[in-house]
């Protein structure tokens, strides 16, 4: 029928059919029969034409388009990973993987940075006994950083009245909150109420909440409770750290909390206490667990060693401190054999004094002081018995000149700063000392005076008369 | 100086003992913690005079729910409570009536607790009109009874200022 209708419906009226011309009449006819044939599907069509539209319109509505589609795209997803699995996740992991490689290498890194500053900062002695009690007991140097690259602090510590749930003191690091009183308080309705809905016992009760990456540690006594907020992994020993303390304000305060009216200026004595809890706690300061058997013996070991080693390098110092030391080198045979002849012939020496001071002896005598002898050979013999070495020390760096002036020549020499010295004689400001060199044996020659250092007077009978500086 | 005490809040589901609260005191909780635990704490300040001068007392207000679901609650909620607020609706009697319960429980908890008793929702009764019922059993509880009406900020200052001057005393 459609077939039908749909031909004359698209002919032009004045055209003819292969049946031939129609009459008006006939035309009529037929347009009236068309029109009430074709009615219903002519309103049809303008209805599907409606709706087309508005669906055309609909989508190229993107959020119209995606609101519809979630539902479907949701459960359709859900199907398919439950249908196959590892396709999704091949599917996936180009994306969600490196999502996660790249959030774990940054966590990673964030580690690494704190363990270097850490490792930067370990270098003092306080550090070092750290490393060297954590060492005894077990746990190595990168255990040891690890462990202080992830820090634990106590930031808040409320003390609360059991029965009242009064906040009867509260510490914080930074500001303390305004309403620590109204937290207190809501602590204790939270801690009753587990208690009541799933405590077993009358013993149990709340002993942790855990807030993100902070945790409220609770430790009781018979009168009061302690709630510390933390931050990070506590070191083993820091609940009997808090156990110990809240046991201790309660014992200390007993007649007062016994008698507790809710006055602000109960248990001021508290607080100190509860500010010790406040500070940064590291692992290894705290309290550890008590060592193995193993481990002890370990210990003990190793602090026989440790002193035994100490009583090795000490006897070893003194040995080497024994065989260098210049004095025994320094025995310049200061014998008590007085000279009481006057000497024959000008010493070379720049003063004449000291001559008994070294003769006669076996020993060469000092190398000839030629540059500045004195003028004249001494006329009056030194009859007084030899004096003892003058020992002393030099008192900084001083050049060696070949006679007490400084426009002597130089000998090119270096008495060092400490080093022990014989003055064998004295000329104004200048001093004739003698030293011995490891490996290059003794060496004589003039430093000023002021270089030098001695615990005793230098004796005239070494000083050369009327030598002024 | 600066006293604080608990004080506890005790009447049937929607006498308005939260009303009462949260138009006078000092909020920083929402009033879902009475759904979920069972309880609210807030605080209201009060400068309460005494015979040796005149002290700040802080009111550590527990909101108590009034449902029958944490009845098995109420009794800690209750321990250590210096003084407690029974708050009644005027116009149902059955709230009235509770009160002997509440009265009951909180002796139970913490004896010797002060109490005072709030007809609460009087806008609701003609002016000058009391609720007979309601002041039998606070003279039968030897407890003083205060009108209210946390609507029209009615009679609530003295409540909590007769309760002050109890618990401070």
């Known amino acids: 029928m459609s077939g039908t209708s749909a031909t004359p419906d698209a002919m032009p009226d004045s055209e003819t059919t292969q049946e031939g011309p129609c009459a008006p009449d006939e035309l009529r006819a037929l347009d009236e029969l068309r029109m009430i044939l074709l009615a219903r599907d002519r309103a049809s069509v ?24 979630a539902p479907i795209l949701s459960e359709a997803l859900r199907l398919k990973i439950r249908d196959a699995r590892d396709e999704m996740i091949e599917a996936l992991y180009p994306i969600i993987g490196q999502t996660v490689v790249r ?9 690494a940075r704190s363990v270097d500053a850490q490792m930067r900062a370990t270098i003092g002695p306080r550090q070092l006994w750290r490393r060297l009690r954590a060492r005894v007991r077990g746990v190595d140097s990168g255990a040891l950083a690890l462990r202080d690259a992830l820090p634990f602090s106590v930031s808040q510590v409320f003390l609360i009245h059991q029965e009242t749930g009064l906040l009867l003191r509260h510490v914080a690091l930074g500001a303390a909150d305004a309403d620590s009183d109204l937290i207190g308080a809501m602590l204790t309705a939270i801690r009753d109420f587990t208690s009541d809905a799933f405590g077993r016992g009358s013993q149990e009760d709340l002993d942790e909440i855990q807030v993100g990456d902070r945790r409220i540690l609770i430790e009781a006594a018979q009168t009061v409770y302690l709630a510390a907020v933390v931050e990070g992994v506590e070191p083993v020993g820091f609940r009997a750290t808090l156990r ?20 602000s200026a109960a ?20 309290p550890a667990p008590r060592l193995s058997r193993g481990q002890q013996w370990a210990a003990g070991t190793l602090l026989v060693a440790a002193l035994v080693c100490c009583a090795a390098t000490y006897g070893a110092g003194r040995l080497i401190w024994v065989a260098t030391r210049p004095t025994p080198a320094m025995a310049l045979t200061p014998t008590a054999t007085a000279s009481a002849t006057p000497t024959a012939i ?54 060696v000149h070949e006679g007490p002036s400084l426009t002597a020549p130089r000998t090119g020499l270096i008495v060092r700063l400490g080093q022990p010295v014989e003055i064998r004689a004295v000329s104004g400001d200048w001093a004739q000392v003698r030293w011995i060199v490891i490996g290059e044996g003794e060496q004589t020659g003039w430093v000023q005076l002021a270089w030098v250092a001695t615990l005793h007077m230098v004796p005239d009978a070494i000083i050369t008369p009327g030598a002024e500086p | ?85 029974l708050v009644c609706d005027v116009t149902r009697p059955e709230t009235v009536e509770a009160l002997i ?65 109890r618990v401070s005393g």
């Open chain 1, 244 to 263: 110990e303390a809240v046991i201790a304000i309660a014992q200390a305060n007993a007649p007062a909390l016994r008698a507790y009216d809710g006055g």
């Open chain 1, 346 to 399: 000008p010493t070379a020496a720049p003063t004449t004094a000291p001559t008994a001071t070294l003769a006669p002896t076996d020993t060469p005598p000092p190398a000839p002081q030629t540059s500045a002898p004195t003028s004249a050979p001494t006329s009056a013999p030194t009859s007084a018995p030899t004096a003892g070495p003058v020992t002393g020390a030099m008192t900084g760096n001083a050049f």
């Open chain 1, 103 to 111: 959030a774990v290498a940054e966590a990673v890194r964030d580690l």
């Open chain 1, 267 to 286: 248990l001021d004595a508290a607080e100190p206490l509860m500010r010790t809890l406040l500070a940064s706690v590291s692992g290894v300061d705290a």
């Open chain 2, 101 to 165: 319960a509440y009265r009951e429980q909180i002796e139970a908890a913490s004896a010797g607790t002060a109490v005072v008793i709030a007809a609460n929702k009087i806008d609701r009764l003609p002016p000058g009109a009391r609720c007979a019922r309601a002041d039998a059993i606070a003279e039968a509880l030897g407890a003083p009874l205060v009108y209210t009406s946390a609507r029209d900020s009615v009679g609530v200052e003295a409540l909590f200022r007769e309760l002050g001057a």
């Open chain 2, 1 to 85: 100086m600066t006293i604080s005490k608990k004080v506890c809040l005790l009447g049937d589901f929607a006498v308005g003992k939260t009303s009462l609260v949260r138009r006078f005191v000092y909020d920083r909780f929402d009033d879902r913690y009475i759904s979920t635990i069972g309880v609210k704490v807030s605080r209201k300040s009060l400068v309460v005079p005494r015979p040796g001068g005149p002290i700040d007392l802080v009111l550590m207000l527990w909101d108590l729910a009034g449902s029958e679901e944490f009845s098995t609650m109420r009794a800690s909620y209750l321990r250590g409570a210096a003084g407690a607020i």
């Open chain 1, 46 to 69: 303008v209805e599907l034409k409606s709706a087309l539209d508005a669906l055309q319109g609909r989508l190229d509505d993107d959020e119209w388009l995606a609101r519809a589609v």
